[in-house]
């Protein structure tokens, strides 16, 4: 079973709807995984039933039991975060300034503070409409994505695939180049770049793929709006000849990329010229996987 | 010698995994006394950031001298691996642990 | 005034926008434009002004000094970050993982762990006229954007005077580092695009403010490439939609060269002069309010 990673680096260029669309191409042969937890759209395409819903616990928020507290302020003392004002003559935590260090429960004299894992999204298994099964999460407001979530969403993905013999996980990556993203990337055959040839979407692509190649992973690009700035695009060209990297496809500025997603659909069941050039660039992706792991 | 394997289970029949620091087991081979150990890593599922490193420092504590895994570590465990001198090699991930071994042995696998 | 500009996601055009109403703004007063994304800051591309301050930014990490340690390890243990790890003979600290809570330095019984200052990014200054431009970049691998973002506010703050419009380019999304930057502004304005996925987004993103307690009103970017499914959800929940910028692919190209738009595309002149009129229609009030001068109404 292969895995097969899309990533970006920056928002904005298409990486969801040409995910999607290698979703439908690929239709039961995979398992979809969305790792783009905090942007979460691909479930508009794919429309989930939010199957087997299951909340997920992350990090640590301090709680302060006011019974055993003696208000000797040690706690407020140690917080770097400005985490535990007073309020109504009580020492209390702040949720959203709460780094969950557990510097103020190690101080305290009377063992009144306690961590908690906090309750920071929920993760679903549905069946989608390409006839299989996608996981995916959300985030509860000011909650961070995390390596743990992605990992999460990945491995459900993979046992699921296990199981059912799929060929392969198909995952919507994570934006940036934190920790969410070395996760995204972490157990990948083969990874998707998709681009756009503007000068931040050359500046990020360069920055993520630092990352893939850290983890020696095999790589193909996808530059998006490839006619808008044809200058640009020469520069991504060069930079992927340089890296050895597959160019996939160039797909040209087109408002029907966009006008599919509006009529909740995915870019190769709207339109035959688009539809075209995703469908070559995911027979590119399969013949790349498949290699992968071979005698070179 | 001893040499690790990232795996998905734990004997030298087992599945790699090809993950470095989130993976499941590590399969510890013993090449001087052929004996074969193994470690449950699962419980790094619970660290929500860091688990490279993590992972890397119970290596150390095994007294590794070879990883053998399927994608590279990422920056922080790959320092770890580096200041412990735990020689690095990858592009096993779809093999089993016995494949890895003797592609290792074969000198078939990158090393970074 | 401080304005934040936000969106649920990346890529709707918050840096066209923040750049492109700085700029226009600058011509007739005085103007602090601030890319609080800093983990990828974009606007320092469009913006031509003379460089006039830079300086490193800190956070404080522990560093270990050998010659006291007795390795028992107490660091480790009271890390909740993994940023601490006892290898062997030797401590070993991960700076990117660290959220600098001083744990492991303050409870080490021997001192051996003691907080240093540590290089995290740059701030830099520059000024064209009556544009000011402040952008902060993280170092790569570093992975708290949190202490970054405040003290870039700070410095804002700290050099400009109240008369000043500030603008805040944030981050996407909606976790820790959009909320650093959005907490100190007065208004927010939320940047999107007319499709699904930017009302979905969009959605997320009105939470997130209201819940913060922050007046704010809508930006439609590439107006005309989706459907009025934002039109109608705004007009729903009564949120004010104060320009639109059409989609055009002629924005696209002068975007993607590193241009501003408005000095040569009409329909995006009129969006930031709409926005900077909203703007101005209101007084800031000493609790933090709006009370617009034409209508009274407090916001």
Redesign the interface.
């Known amino acids: 079973m292969k895995e097969i990673v899309v990533i970006s680096?920056?928002?904005?260029?298409g990486k969801?709807s040409i995910t999607a669309s290698l979703a439908y191409l690929g239709g039961e042969d995979l398992i979809v995984a969305d790792c783009d937890v905090?942007?979460a759209?691909m479930h508009?395409l794919m429309a989930p039933d939010f199957g087997k819903p299951e909340d997920f616990f992350s990090g640590?928020l301090a709680y302060i039991d006011q019974d055993a507290c003696i208000k000797c302020g040690k706690c407020q003392a140690?917080c770097?975060?400005d985490a535990i004002p007073i309020i109504d003559s009580q020492y209390v935590v702040d949720p959203?300034g709460c780094?969950?260090?557990?510097?103020c429960a190690?101080?305290c004299p009377t063992e009144a503070i306690t961590n908690s894992q906090p309750n920071v999204g929920k993760c679903f298994i549905s069946s989608i409409r390409t006839g299989t099964t996608m996981v995916h999460a959300r985030?509860s407001?000011?909650?961070?994505?995390s390596g743990k979530l992605v990992a999460k969403v990945k491995n459900e993905a993979k046992a699921l695939a296990e199981i059912q013999n799929k060929i392969a996980v198909l995952v919507d990556g994570s934006?940036?180049?934190?920790?969410p993203v070395v996760s995204s990337l972490s157990g990948a055959s083969f990874t998707v770049l998709v681009t756009?040839?503007?000068?931040?979407g050359l500046?990020?692509l360069r920055?993520v793929y630092?990352l893939v190649k850290k983890f020696g992973i095999k790589a193909g690009c996808i530059i998006n709006?490839g006619d808008?700035?044809p200058e640009?695009s020469r520069e991504i060209k060069d930079f992927l000849k340089e890296e050895n990297i597959v160019l996939l496809s160039e797909i040209p500025?087109n408002?029907k990329f966009?006008?599919a997603?509006?009529n909740?659909k995915t870019i190769v069941e709207y339109d035959k010229d688009l539809g075209k050039i995703i469908s070559e660039s995911w027979e590119k992706i399969l013949r790349a996987t498949r290699s992968v792991g071979d005698p070179e | 010698m001893k040499i690790v394997f990232t795996a998905k289970g734990t004997d030298m029949d087992a599945a790699m995994d090809p993950r470095f620091g989130r993976t499941e087991y590590f399969v510890i081979f013993d090449e001087d006394t052929k004996s074969v150990e193994s470690y449950d890593n699962r419980s790094i599922e619970g660290?929500a950031?860091?688990?490279g490193?993590?992972t890397a420092?119970k290596l150390?504590e095994y007294g590794a001298e070879v990883l053998v895994t399927g994608n590279g570590p990422g920056?922080?465990a790959a320092?770890?691996l580096k200041?412990?001198g735990i020689a690095v090699y990858i592009g096993a991930g779809d093999m089993t642990v016995k494949e890895a071994y003797e592609a290792y042995k074969s000198g078939n696998l990158k090393t970074v | 005034m401080k304005i934040a500009i936000a969106s649920?996601?990346?890529?709707?055009g918050k840096?066209t926008l923040s750049t492109n109403l700085a700029s226009y703004i600058a011509e007739s007063r005085e103007c602090a434009l601030s890319d609080l994304d800093v983990?990828?800051p974009?606007s320092g591309?469009f913006i031509k002004a003379e460089l006039i301050h830079e300086e490193d930014k800190f956070k404080k990490i522990p560093e270990w000094e050998k010659s006291r340690c007795e390795l028992c390890g107490n660091c480790q243990t009271?890390c909740?970050?993994?940023?601490v790890?006892?290898?062997?003979k030797?401590i070993?600290v991960?700076p990117?993982?660290c959220?600098?809570?001083?744990?492991c330095s303050?409870?080490c019984p021997t001192g051996s762990l003691p907080m240093k200052q540590k290089k995290m990014g740059e701030l830099k200054a520059y000024k064209s006229g009556n544009l000011n431009f402040i952008e902060s970049r993280l170092i790569?691998?570093e992975?708290q954007a949190v202490p970054l973002i405040k003290q870039t506010i700070d410095y804002v703050d700290e050099h400009f005077s109240d008369e000043v419009i500030k603008i805040f380019d944030s981050p996407?999304?909606?976790?820790?580092p959009v909320?650093e930057a959005t907490r100190d502004a007065d208004f927010v304005i939320l940047v999107t695009?007319p499709?699904?996925?930017g009302l979905?987004?969009l959605k997320?993103a009105v939470?997130?403010v209201k819940?913060m307690g922050k007046p704010f009103a809508v930006v439609i970017n590439?107006h005309g490439?989706?459907?009025d499914c934002v039109e109608l959800y705004c007009k729903e929940d009564n949120i004010d939609i104060i320009a639109s910028i059409p989609?055009d692919?002629l924005i696209?190209?002068t975007?993607?060269?590193?241009d501003l738009l408005y000095p040569t595309i009409p329909s995006v002149k009129d969006a930031v002069r709409s926005i900077s009129t909203y703007i101005d229609n209101f007084d800031l009030l000493d609790n933090g309010s709006l009370k617009s001068k034409k209508t009274g109404q407090i916001k």
Do not use: W
């Not at chain 1, 680096?9 to 260029?13: F, L, Y």
């Not at chain 1, 934006?175 to 920790?179: L, T």
């Open positions: 680096g920056k928002g904005g260029t969801t905090d942007a759209d508009l640590e140690v770097r975060f959203l780094e969950g260090c557990g510097y190690r101080i985030l407001i000011g909650a961070d994505n934006p940036g180049v934190g920790c756009e040839p503007t000068v931040s500046h990020d920055r630092e709006k808008i700035n640009v500025y408002v966009t006008e997603m509006t909740g | 660290e950031h860091g688990a490193p993590k420092q150390a920056g922080n320092t770890v200041t412990t | 649920g996601k990346g890529g709707t840096t983990e990828e974009n591309l009271v909740n970050f993994n940023a790890l006892k290898l062997g030797m070993m991960f990117e993982l959220h600098g809570c001083y744990a303050e409870l790569i691998g992975e996407p999304g909606t976790s820790c909320i695009e499709t699904p996925f979905h987004d997320l939470e997130t819940q590439r490439i989706g459907n989609n692919r696209a190209e975007y993607s060269r590193g």
